[in-house]
């Protein structure tokens, strides 16, 4: 099976080509293309809705052309050798989402091809079902899957492809909006997490003991708008500079790194060492807490917080050592943890009920069922 993927729910616009391996257990990328608005929302700080939207609609036509050019599909004859088109029709910004929905239901039409509506969410967790090397072994069922993104924080359980329960999420910032909303404090633009997690590096993580929301709450439920609060004092308490220019700092990229001394830096980087820790550490103990709960055999990392190092190594000790289950660890490359449209066609395969283009809608809010 070979599917077309779509993907346009924020600042990236994707295209990819998979087709379902022997075994059918996991899917080949045969050709991806990605462009991104990133570089535009830098100055701000975060995403411009319209900004994004406007940038998809003018690259999703080359984006898709590219992906078909490198499989050596061709589309002479509105014929091209695929055997459904999948995109995201949310959660996501509703002008960006539109783009790539509006497209997909218009090849679908023109081409006769079944359309296949991903969950943006879902299409994260099968980032790891891409075959990215030649001993590639897909997650085995049962599975925690970790969705961690700028704007989620969910866990679910997966008893099969089908099977799947929503166990716990966030009920209010995503983790990766802790990590993008401190690092602006600091003036870095749009994505802060990376950044973070390379200061991180020099710092200390137990200099400063951030609360660990909802860490004992018994439930698989997370909070990071108090951390992030907790971060934004304590910084501001440390660094006075951060009250009386937090706007030129914050909008116009002038980074307090730069503007400290070198002593001072040192505290810069224990603060980002401990916030860093403290969103680890909570998310490590309750994922820990439902692979246990649920017996599972894999866990899933997916997302782009998926990402930070910091996050896969806990995860791999926690794993080696305490657990008393064999519970093998799956992340994808860095490039598949980040919006990518490989991981839209991978979910479509394995979810392959498609729908008329008459009858489907990008839908910003979607969760889970
Ligand atoms: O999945 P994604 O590309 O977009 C959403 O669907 O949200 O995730 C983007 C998020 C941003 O919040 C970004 O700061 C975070 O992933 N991120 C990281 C790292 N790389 C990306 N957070 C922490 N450490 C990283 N290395
Ligand atoms: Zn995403």
């Known amino acids: 099976m070979k599917i077309l993927g779509i993907e346009t729910s924020c600042d ?21 293309s990605l462009a ?16 994004a939207a406007r940038n998809q609609s003018t690259y999703i036509i080359p984006v898709i052309y590219e992906a078909l050019e490198k499989a050596d599909i061709h589309i002479a004859n509105n014929t091209p050798d695929i055997d459904a088109i999948a995109v995201t029709f ?40 891409i075959q990215t090397s030649d001993d590639f072994k897909p997650p085995s069922f049962p599975a925690i899957a970790l969705i961690v993104s700028g704007g989620h924080t969910d866990i679910i359980y997966m008893k099969n492809h089908t ?35 390379e200061l991180a590096k020099k710092g200390d993580k137990n200099a400063f ?13 997370f909070s990071f708008s108090g951390l992030k609060t907790s971060f934004l004092n304590e910084t501001k308490q440390i660094f006075p500079i951060l009250r009386t220019t937090n706007e030129k700092i914050g909008w116009q990229q002038i980074a307090l790194e730069e503007q400290i001394t070198e002593s001072q830096r040192q ?31 894999s866990l899933i ?15 791999q000790e926690t794993l080696n050592k305490k657990l008393g289950q064999e519970v093998s660890l799956h992340v994808p490359p860095r490039s598949l943890c980040t919006d990518n449209a490989a991981m839209i066609a991978a979910a479509a395969t394995f979810h392959s009920s498609s729908t008329s283009w008459k009858n489907l809608s990008a839908n910003p809010q979607l969760y889970f069922d």
């Open 267 to 297: 505290i810069l980087y224990d603060l980002c060492a401990s916030l860093q820790y403290a969103i680890i550490d909570v998310i490590v103990k309750k994922t820990v807490k439902a692979l246990q709960q649920y017996n599972a055999t």
């Open 12 to 32: 990236e616009t994707g295209a990819a080509v998979t087709s379902l391996t022997s075994d059918k257990k996991s899917v080949q990328l045969i050709s991806s």
């Open 163 to 197: 099977d799947i329960i929503w166990v716990g999420g966030t009920r209010d910032d995503a983790a990766g909006e802790c990590f993008d909303k401190c690092a602006r404090l600091l003036g870095y633009p749009y994505p802060g997490g990376p950044k973070i997690s």
């Open 301 to 315: 990392l997916s997302g782009g917080v998926a990402a930070n190092e910091m996050l896969r190594t806990t995860f």
């Open 209 to 221: 003991s951030f609360p660990r929301p909802m860490i004992g709450s018994g439930d698989f439920e």
């Open 90 to 129: 949310g959660p996501g910004l509703i002008g960006s989402l539109l783009v790539g929905v509006e497209t997909a239901k218009t090849l679908s039409y023109v081409w006769n091809k079944p359309l296949i509506p991903v969950n943006h969410l879902f299409g994260h967790v099968y980032a790891n079902f």
């Open 36 to 51: 991104t608005s990133l570089e535009r929302h830098a100055k701000t700080g975060g995403i411009i809705p319209e900004v």
